[in-house]
C-alpha cells in the first residue's frame, strides 16, 4: 500500500502547511479588530471628549451636594471579671461543682456578648427611642457648622409638632418602622473586635462630629449599664433562691457548701452593683474630629470620568455598528496603521 501512505503523507503536509497560515490570518483579524476600535476612537474623539466631560461635572456636582460626615472613634478594652454572667460562672459553675462537673467557663471574653449586644436590634433601637435620636437618624439632612445645628427634611417630619409627614405605605406608617431605625444605625455604626489584642474598636459616622461623640459615649454608658443591672438582677435571685434554699434544708451536710455559695453570689453582687464600666473599660475615649472623614469627593469625580469614557465608547460602537456599511467613515488612521503592519509581516 505504498501508495496509500504516500497521499496520507502529503495530506499531513498538508494539513501542517495550513496550520501557521491559519494562525497568522486569526492574528492579522484580531489586530484589524483592535486597530478598527482604536481608529473609531480616534475618529469620534469629540463625542468621547464629551461624554467624559458631562460625566465629570455630573460626578463633581454630586460629590459637592454630598453633605461632609465625621466620624467619631473610641477603642475599649473588656472587663476581666469573676462576676458571673459575662463569664459563665458563678451559681452555675459552683453548683456543677457539687454534682462533679466542670462547669468553670471563667475564663470567656466579655468582649463577645458585649459586642454582639451593642450590634443587637432591641440596643440600637431602644438606644434611639429612649434618646429622641429618630429624627436625627431618619430626617437629617446636614449639619451647619455656623449655627452648630442639623438641618432636618421638612418634607419629611415638621419639627415644631414634632410629627412625621411623609405618606405611610403598608405596612409601613408614618414614623420609621423598627427595621427602619435599625438599619439606618448600622449604616452609621461601626464595631470591631480584634481577636489578637482583644480591644473593640466602635465608631459612629455622622453629619455632625458633636453628636458623633456624644452619641458614642451615651452608647456605651447604656451597654454597660444594662449589662450591669441584668447582671445585679441575676444575683439578687441567686441570693433570694440560695437563702430560701438554706432556711428550709434539712441534711446539715449541705449547710457549708450552701453558705459557700451564698458568700460567692453575696460577692459579685457587690462587684456588679460598684463597677460602673461593667462590660467595656475606656482604653481611648470617643473623640470629636474636626476633620471630615467623608464623602471622598476626588474619588468620585475621578469615577465620573471613567464611568464617562465607558459609556462614550459604548456609545460610539453601537453607533458605528448600527450603520449601513456604505455610510460608515473611512477610518484613515486605521487604514494607515494596517498598510504599516501589513509591510512588516512582509519584510519578515
Not at 430626617?139 to 419629611?156: E, F, G, N, Y
Not at 417630619?157 to 435599625?182: F, G, M, N, V
Not at 470591631?192 to 482583644?198: F, K, Q
Not at 441534711?251 to 460577692?267: F, H, M, P
Request: charged share 25%.
Amino acid at each position: 500500500m505504498p501508495g496509500a501512505t504516500g497521499s496520507a503523507n502529503r495530506t499531513e503536509l498538508t494539513r501542517a502547511s495550513t496550520l501557521p497560515d491559519n494562525h497568522t490570518s486569526g492574528q492579522r483579524s484580531a489586530d484589524v479588530e483592535l486597530l478598527d476600535v482604536l481608529g473609531l476612537l480616534w475618529f469620534g474623539r469629540w463625542v468621547l471628549v464629551r461624554f467624559v466631560v458631562l460625566f465629570a461635572i455630573a460626578g463633581v456636582v454630586l460629590a459637592l451636594a454630598l453633605p461632609n460626615q465625621y466620624r467619631s472613634e473610641a477603642i475599649f478594652k473588656p472587663v476581666v471579671s469573676d462576676v458571673g454572667s459575662l463569664q459563665g460562672g458563678g451559681l452555675l459553675s459552683q453548683v456543677g461543682a457539687l454534682a462533679g462537673l466542670n462547669l468553670d467557663l471563667s475564663g470567656q471574653d466579655n468582649a463577645v456578648l458585649a459586642v454582639e449586644t451593642i450590634k443587637s436590634r432591641p440596643f440600637l433601637v431602644g438606644f434611639a427611642r429612649r434618646r429622641a435620636l429618630v429624627p436625627l437618624l431618619m430626617a437629617a439632612t446636614r449639619w451647619d457648622p455656623t449655627a452648630d445645628k442639623v438641618m432636618l427634611d421638612t418634607s419629611i417630619y415638621d419639627q415644631r409638632q414634632q410629627r412625621w409627614l411623609r405618606p405611610p405605605k403598608p405596612p409601613r406608617t408614618s414614623a420609621p418602622t423598627d427595621d427602619e431605625i435599625y438599619d439606618r444605625f448600622r449604616q452609621i455604626l461601626a464595631v470591631d473586635h480584634e481577636a489578637e489584642t482583644g480591644l473593640v474598636r466602635v465608631s459612629i459616622t455622622y453629619y455632625s462630629p458633636q453628636l458623633a461623640q456624644s452619641w458614642l459615649s451615651a452608647m456605651i454608658a447604656d451597654l454597660n449599664e444594662g449589662l450591669r443591672q441584668r447582671e445585679i438582677g441575676m444575683r439578687q435571685r441567686s441570693i433570694d433562691y440560695l437563702t430560701d434554699r438554706i432556711k428550709s434544708n434539712e441534711i446539715s451536710t449541705l449547710d457549708d457548701q450552701l453558705a459557700d455559695l451564698l458568700k460567692g453570689e453575696i460577692r459579685d453582687h457587690m462587684l456588679a452593683e460598684v463597677r460602673k464600666e461593667y462590660a467595656l473599660e475606656t482604653v481611648a475615649a470617643p473623640n470629636r474630629p474636626f476633620m471630615k472623614s467623608g464623602p471622598n469627593r476626588a474619588l468620585i469625580a475621578a469615577v465620573g470620568v471613567v464611568v464617562g469614557a465607558i459609556v462614550g465608547t459604548f456609545y460610539l460602537l453601537l453607533r458605528h455598528a448600527r450603520r449601513p456599511y456604505r455610510e460608515r467613515p473611512k477610518l484613515v488612521p486605521v487604514r494607515w496603521m494596517r498598510d504599516k503592519l501589513a509591510g512588516i509581516r512582509s519584510a519578515r
